[in-house]
């Protein structure tokens, strides 16, 4: 019995040493030093125009209004819902990830020409053959914030039209929102369409509007 009693004991102060060390301990450390080290991105990389949030530059938004750059589709619509949406439970909580259609699934193809038929719309001078391929498919988590550089080209004649700012302008706010490859070896180049869309904001004085 007592060889009983030692073998519980040994276990329950190894479990509550490792719950020390890896439940307490361990990420006491690990946010302190991020804290430190990168404190905007340990705090969720946040976006702030005039001390307000707007939203996380590692988070997608859906843009429907005709002056900002649209994002990719989103099977989780990027988490945004109504308050409708909410009282009659179409909104089911947060979360992520994609519809997993196979290229063969007719709801996926019905899907792409859905989207293809509301850009052609948007931007009439861009000729189908022109679009990107990532403004047609959703990312795997549903909330990447990302398009490629040629994705965000093809959306600046429309946003000349509805913005009324120049094309160079325009270009330019894309650059300064475009981040390269890691290292300059790995991945590909990518623009920020939340951070796109904040300076056109900037642009058209729509923060300094009450």
């Not at 040994?10 to 804290?35: E, M, N």
């Not at 259609?101 to 189908?128: G, H, M, W």
Request: aromatic share 8%.
């Amino acid at each position: 019995m007592s060889t009983f009693f030692k073998a519980i004991k040994k276990t329950f102060l190894v479990t509550l040493v490792l719950l020390l060390i890896c439940g307490l301990a361990y990420p006491l450390i690990i946010t302190g030093i991020s804290q430190i080290i990168f404190p905007k991105q340990a705090n969720g990389s946040l976006v702030m125009v005039n001390g307000k949030n707007v939203g996380s530059a590692l988070i997608g938004q859906d843009f429907t209004d005709d002056r900002f750059m649209k994002s990719r589709p989103s099977a989780v619509n990027y988490n945004t819902y109504t308050k409708e949406e909410k009282d009659n439970g179409q909104y089911t909580g947060v979360g992520s990830g994609s519809k997993n259609y196979a290229p063969t699934n007719p709801e996926l193809v019905k899907r792409v020409q859905k989207d293809i038929n509301e850009f052609l719309k948007a931007n009439p001078s861009i000729k189908k053959e022109n679009i990107s391929t990532d403004l047609l498919t959703a990312s795997g988590s549903g909330l990447d914030p990302h398009i490629s550089p040629e994705s965000a080209a093809v959306q600046i004649p429309a946003l000349v039209e509805n913005t009324g700012l120049s094309k160079d302008k325009l270009e330019t706010i894309v650059k300064n929102n475009t981040q390269g490859k890691a290292f300059g070896v790995f991945g590909s180049e990518t623009v920020n369409v939340l951070k796109v869309n904040r300076d056109i904001a900037k642009e058209l004085g729509l923060f300094n509007k009450k």
